[in-house]
């Protein structure tokens, strides 16, 4: 079982910055594939950015030169730098685990709320 906790979500103005941080334990294996997606009011969930153990990096095209993934690791953290935000960024933000087994894990989700 993996449990995944998030922080960092918030409202601030179009141009501005967040940093959202997860950190998953419990049973994780060394290759993994961490990341966020975001589903916004009436929208469906959609892919916003993942990284795996080895640092290959997955970006929506909608937040690629403005957001950028990272990973530690040692302590199994995730985070998301946001820059130049806008506001159709608005969105709940979930963070998620998977690895070779079946099973997908995911965080309960922060909101991000970007007004203009």
């Known amino acids: 079982q993996v449990q995944l906790v998030e922080s960092g979500g918030g409202s601030v103005q179009a141009g501005g910055s967040l940093r959202l941080s997860c950190a998953a334990s419990g049973s994780i294996f060394s290759i993994n594939r961490m990341g966020w997606y975001r589903q916004a009011p009436g929208k469906q969930r959609e892919l916003v950015a993942t990284?795996?153990?080895?640092?290959?990096?997955v970006y929506a095209d909608s937040v690629k030169g403005r957001f950028t993934i990272a990973r530690d690791n040692a302590t199994a953290t995730v985070s998301l730098q946001m820059n130049s935000l806008k506001p159709e960024d608005t969105a709940v933000y979930s963070c998620?685990?998977?690895?070779?087994?079946?099973?997908?894990?995911w965080g309960q989700g922060t909101q991000v709320t970007v007004s203009s």
């Open positions: 998620t685990y998977g690895d070779v087994r079946p099973r997908d894990y």
């Open positions: 990284i795996t153990n080895t640092g290959n990096t």
